[in-house]
Structures are given as C-alpha cells and as structure tokens.
C-alpha cells in the first residue's frame, strides 16, 4: 500500500501527504480480524486513524442503490460517519498547525 501511495505521490501529485489508513471492513467478532486489526496497530502505531470501517451491510447497501452512504439511515452508521469527520478535522488542523498555514473563516449573513 505505501509502494502505492509513493507511485501515485510520484506520477501524479507531489504535493500528496499520506495521514494514515483506516482499517475497512473490519468483522469485531470475527477472530482472525481482531487480530490483524491489532498487528497492524502495533506495527505502524503512528499510521493507524482511531476508527475502524466494520463490515456493514450499509456499505453494500449504498452502494446497490447507488447513493452516498450517509443518506443511508442507520444509526450506527451515521455514528461512524460523525467519528470520521471528527477525525478528519483532527487531521487537518494538525496539517495547518505542521504547515504554519493561516485560515481566515469570513462568514456573511445572507
């Protein structure tokens, strides 16, 4: 996967930065998923989001109906959604504090 992300970053946008992986599809009762769930946190700790993608039938669901997963109704799943998007502003506010980058936010009233 990080041969691949160096290809892409290479060829197509230098400017790329890899912030992490996000284990997808992940069975919490399934034995053998655990366990390589855990491997991997243990082997690239500073790599590993705080959130996993479980197995859910949402996914397959949105994607059979052909809408964005988020406009799919279950509670677990806007649960992740919301842990995600936490996340992702983590993310990128730890990228602009790194970068020194100034945001100015203008809101406008109508």
């Known amino acids: 996967m990080l041969t ?5 970053k290479r060829k ?4 790329l930065e890899f912030i992490g992986m996000v284990p997808s599809k992940v069975d ?13 946190q243990e082997a690239y700790p500073n790599l590993m989001v705080p959130v996993t993608v ?20 279950r509670p677990l799943l ?3 959604v919301k842990k995600c998007a936490h996340w992702l502003t983590m993310c990128i506010t730890k990228w602009i504090l790194h970068n020194h980058v100034a945001l100015i936010w203008r809101i406008e009233n109508g």
């Open 4 to 8: 691949t992300f160096t290809q892409v």
């Open 12 to 15: 197509m946008n230098r400017k």
């Open 28 to 40: 919490g009762r399934n034995p053998r998923h655990v366990r390589h769930l855990q491997e991997l």
């Open 54 to 73: 479980g197995l859910r039938n949402s996914i397959a669901d949105a994607l059979a109906s052909h809408v964005p997963v988020w406009k799919i109704k």
């Open 78 to 80: 806007v649960k992740l």
